[in-house]
């Protein structure tokens, strides 16, 4: 099972943090690459103030210094490090992606991939089409879990000449969602030649994974064998399927699979990413007050000069408003604290 032979998959964007870890052992230990080959950029991004690029800005590495412009060390955001869709191909010369998720997750319980692009690439629009897939949707042929799809289309204000064509299914906001967009079109508006799109050829679909389903699909990259392009069919074998219309059936979930999409598809299983629910405790609401109202806490009490009624007032109010999850936490603390009391 996986792609046809004329499809190629790959990693197309990753982004992942890491913490309590040097500058310098991240560069030589987990990407496994030379310090000296990293160039630093004269400001930060993303709330750090320094970065570093690599293979002239395929991949960044962004992180805060001090004043002696050395990394901080135990930083609380950590470094963060950015694989672009060409550092993606060219860290595949000198290394594997498989033994990235390994030396970014195993014994380190706080670090965390945050993006992660899947990409599928037909460079002859057998099945990933672009004109396909628009015509597919725009007839109402498909039955998906992403409730929206959107259509991009870019011209040229000077000659009118089309600059890009991309459909987004699902929220550019949201955790998953797919893109499609016409590769071809896109290098020839980059080297600024005359386009003729029908006559082009390559689709590329992407898959982005983000926050949760970032870390959910890393950690299942890490302990399944399964390559690039059988996990993005899989998950597109969840979220998506393109029918055949049946005009004396009106439940779509009826209608048969579209037989091109069977043929990309080609057998593949589903695969389903979903956050397993873990319960709270009072240590994890604890650390959840300390990151993200601390600072408003202490700025309110400063401000009052250190009076803290009005704070009792606030948790006596919020005592009507706990939920299960709260009460569990509760009960589980307090049963905790009896078993390690001694006499």
């Known amino acids: 099972m996986g792609l046809s032979d004329f499809l190629s998959a ?59 412009g050395e990394a901080i060390k135990n930083d609380r955001n950590g470094i963060h490090v950015i694989f672009t869709g060409r550092g993606c191909r060219a860290f595949e010369y000198k290394g594997n ?29 057998e099945i990933i089409n672009f004109n396909r897939f628009w015509d597919e949707l725009e007839a109402g042929n498909v039955s998906s879990k992403w409730k929206t799809w959107d259509l991009i289309l870019s011209r040229s204000l000077g000659d009118n000449y089309f600059k890009g064509r991309t459909l987004y299914l699902g929220k550019q ?3 998953i969602f797919c893109r499609i967009y016409d590769k071809g079109l896109e290098r020839l508006a980059k080297n600024c030649v005359e386009i003729d799109f029908e006559k082009l050829e390559w689709t590329r679909l992407e898959i982005v994974f983000r926050r949760d389903r970032a870390k959910l699909l890393s950690r299942y990259f890490l302990e399944s ?9 899989a998950v597109l074998n969840q979220y998506i399927r393109f029918l055949i219309p049946n005009p004396e059936n009106e439940r779509k979930r009826a209608w048969e ?10 057998n593949v299983g589903k695969l389903k990413l979903t956050k397993e629910t873990t319960e709270r405790t009072i240590e994890d609401f ?10 408003t806490l202490s700025a309110i009490i400063s401000a009052k000069d250190g009076e803290v009624d009005w704070l009792y007032k606030i948790i006596h109010k ?17 049963i905790q604290n009896k078993k390690n009391i001694s006499f």
């Open 225 to 233: 064998e399964e390559g690039v392009g059988q996990v993005a069919l």
């Open 286 to 295: 604890e650390q959840w007050v300390d990151k993200q109202i601390g600072p």
């Open 173 to 175: 906001t949201s955790d």
């Open 318 to 334: 919020s005592s009507t408003r706990l939920k299960p999850k709260h009460r569990d936490a509760i009960n589980k603390y307090q």
């Open 10 to 68: 790959s990693f197309d964007w990753i982004e992942f943090t890491v913490f309590k870890e040097s500058l310098n052992n991240i560069i030589t230990n987990i990407l496994l690459l030379k310090e000296d080959d990293f160039e630093p950029l004269p400001r930060g991004r993303f709330g750090y103030n320094a970065q570093l690029k690599w293979a002239n800005g395929l991949v960044f590495i962004l992180y805060n210094s001090g004043l002696d």
């Open 97 to 125: 992606f498989r033994e990235l998720f390994y030396l970014v997750l195993v014994g380190a319980k706080d670090n965390k991939f945050t993006r992660i692009d899947l990409a599928i690439d037909d460079k002859k629009d």
């Open 257 to 266: 699979t579209a037989e091109w999409w069977e043929v990309l598809l080609h």
